[in-house]
């Protein structure tokens, strides 16, 4: 049964246990994924890709068929499908299993393909296309993002932003991030402060190199800063995005000082972790105390200020605490 992706918020999808989730527009597609099936299973995830799932089938199998596996509701998630395991779906839709959910992820799938027409005529199947989004619904979701969020954007801020997006989604928000990592101490961003923040559209993700540094990655927090040409303007929004995750771990160790699981403290998080970034936000809960991220922030305020006296050398100064903290 074929759904559209902007009517999902109207369909019970409770009434189906298998969706099958094609197209180009990863962002999208995440969103969903995120929304309707992981805020509502908590830990009870389980990711497969597909070269797993052909690789040993029979593990697979006992695994889905065996009831102890399944004592409450699961959600089993398999990425870059083909039609090469459209077998496999069959075997277990025919087993009439009540008690999982399965959604399979695929890219672009042409009308030929049997495992598209698969989900396609059965009406117990929930297939779900998501289309390249264009320039009004790329437009309609940063506006929204940022009245949500009260930060204060023109609208020649807003079409620039579109335009660098080049079309996907899941690029419009990682700009939004960067965005609101920078406005962090203030509400108001010009045209500007935008023009210099999607400059980096080119680089890795300022957050991967936060991220890598955070979880102790020393070699691929090296070759993210040997490998960008990040000038002095970029500091600014590198330790504002260093702030932001640092102030995110402090709240995830008072949520689960409040008696929750590290999963669903993830889980429950506002504003939303997307599920690439959980395992590294795990990794990074394990290794930074309370007390760490206490004496980080004074760290980096101090590094802050250090930069804002010496602007000339300011990049070698934030690379090497960068480089320190990830040792």
């Known amino acids: 049964m074929i759904i559209k992706s902007y009517e999902t918020n109207k369909i019970d999808l409770k009434k189906f246990n298998f969706f099958l ?3 180009e527009n990863e962002g ?9 099936f ?3 299973y908590l830990n009870k995830i389980f990711r497969y890709d597909e070269k797993e799932v052909l690789n040993d089938k029979d593990n697979f199998l006992d695994n889905i068929l065996n009831k102890s596996f399944f004592e409450n509701e699961k959600l089993i998630i398999i990425s870059r499908a083909s039609d090469k395991i459209k077998n496999i779906i069959e075997e277990i839709v025919d087993k009439k299993i009540e008690d999982i959910k399965i ?3 695929s890219a672009i799938l042409e009308k030929k393909s049997k495992l598209r027409t698969l989900f396609e005529k059965d009406k117990n199947l929930a297939c779900i296309p998501f289309y390249a989004d264009n320039f009004q ?9 940022f009245r949500e969020k009260k930060i204060l954007l023109s609208q020649e801020s807003v079409n620039l932003l579109v335009e660098r997006s080049r079309g996907n989604r899941q690029n419009l928000l990682n700009e939004l991030n960067k965005i609101e990592n920078f406005s962090i101490d203030q509400k108001k961003v010009s045209l500007e402060e935008v023009l210099k923040l999607t400059n980096l559209a080119e680089n890795y993700n300022v957050s ?5 540094c955070l979880i102790k990655n020393s070699k691929r927090t090296a070759n993210i800063l040997n490998e960008n040409n990040f000038s002095s303007e970029d500091c600014t929004l590198i330790i504002r995005t260093f702030l932001t995750k640092l102030k995110r771990l402090s709240k995830l160790h008072q949520e689960i000082y409040d008696q929750k699981s590290v999963d669903e403290a993830i889980t429950s998080f506002k504003p939303t972790i997307f599920w690439k970034d959980k395992e590294s936000v795990k990794k990074q809960i394990h290794i930074w105390s309370l007390e760490k991220i ?3 922030i004074i760290k980096l305020s101090e590094v802050e200020v250090l930069i804002k006296k010496n602007s000339a050398n300011s990049i070698n100064i934030l690379s090497d605490f960068i480089i320190g903290q990830s040792k």
Do not use: H, R
């Open 21 to 23: 989730l094609y197209g």
């Open 294 to 296: 206490k004496k980080l």
């Open 103 to 105: 959604i399979v992820s």
């Open 38 to 40: 992981e805020n509502k």
């Open 137 to 145: 619904t790329l437009n309609g979701i940063a506006i929204k993002f």
């Open 208 to 212: 991967e190199l936060t991220d890598s």
């Open 28 to 36: 999208f597609k995440n969103q969903i994924i995120q929304k309707y």
